[in-house]
């Protein structure tokens, strides 16, 4: 039990573009998600935790109106890279905190940006 | 927010030999997580310790919290090949209601046949 789906699993896009990332607990309810980037041989960054039904809380560094978190439903976050350039490819990773207490991570996004 | 220095960075062992990665905080902790990441994947939940001078084992493997709550280390015995991946601890920050997860800069262990 407690899975977390993301979608889509990679994408590519030309610089400019917005791209938007889904994850959904499948089968529990998560009232709290998290948003991490991993760039190659790091470590995950926190990047905002999403709560449902009101705005995102952005870590220190994390511009808000570029990437774009909407938390509309128990079972769904989004994550929305705005205007994405090359410096914003990256593999994004959503997780869910159960009401066990325990984190469920996604399977991550690679996101490409030519 | 919490902050957990894990060391070693790296570590190449030949098939066999064990291994072990470590966390450390200068704070105490409320809980320690720890996380297997395979090359390509996502981290995957290996287990959380809560209490002092926990000790839990899964397998090869051996969790320890230390007495003190500032530290805990991952203990891998007779490393196989399908150990490979990074090791990552990490540390909750539970002001508030958000439950915050930070995580160590991992330990990347390479296992040679």
């Known amino acids: 039990g407690a899975v977390v789906s993301q979608h889509p699993s990679w994408v590519i896009c030309k610089s400019g573009t917005s791209v938007k990332i889904e994850c959904r607990s499948l089968?529990?309810?998560?009232?709290?998600m998290f948003w991490y980037r991993q760039f190659p041989k790091q470590s995950l960054m926190l990047m905002a935790t999403?709560?449902?039904?009101?705005?995102?809380?952005?870590e220190q560094g994390v511009e808000k109106d570029k990437f774009l978190i909407n938390h509309a439903s128990l079972t769904l976050s989004t994550l929305t890279v705005t205007s994405a350039h090359p410096e914003d490819s990256s593999f994004y990773i959503c997780?869910?905190?159960?009401?066990?207490?325990?984190?469920?991570f996604g399977p991550g996004t690679r996101l490409t940006v030519l | 927010g919490q902050q957990v220095m894990q060391i070693p960075q790296y570590q190449h062992v030949q098939e066999g030999e064990d291994f072990t990665t470590y966390c450390n905080s200068s704070?105490?902790?409320?809980?320690i997580q720890w996380y297997k990441q395979r090359p390509g994947g996502h981290p995957v939940f290996l287990i959380q310790?809560?209490?002092?001078?926990e000790v839990k084992k899964q397998k090869r493997l051996t969790f320890q919290f230390g007495e003190a709550k500032k530290n805990s280390s991952l203990h891998i015995t007779a490393t196989q090949t399908t150990d490979v991946g990074t090791y990552f601890c990490?540390?909750?920050?539970?002001?508030?209601?958000?439950?915050?997860?930070?995580f160590g800069k991992g330990t990347l262990l390479t296992v040679n046949p």
């Open positions: 997780s869910a905190r159960g009401t066990s207490g325990t984190w469920r």
């Open positions: 089968d529990f309810q998560a009232t709290t």
């Open positions: 999403s709560n449902e039904g009101s705005k995102a809380t952005y």
């Open positions: 704070t105490t902790l409320s809980n």
């Open positions: 310790l809560v209490k002092s001078g």
């Open positions: 990490a540390v909750q920050n539970s002001g508030g209601s958000n439950y915050k997860l930070t």
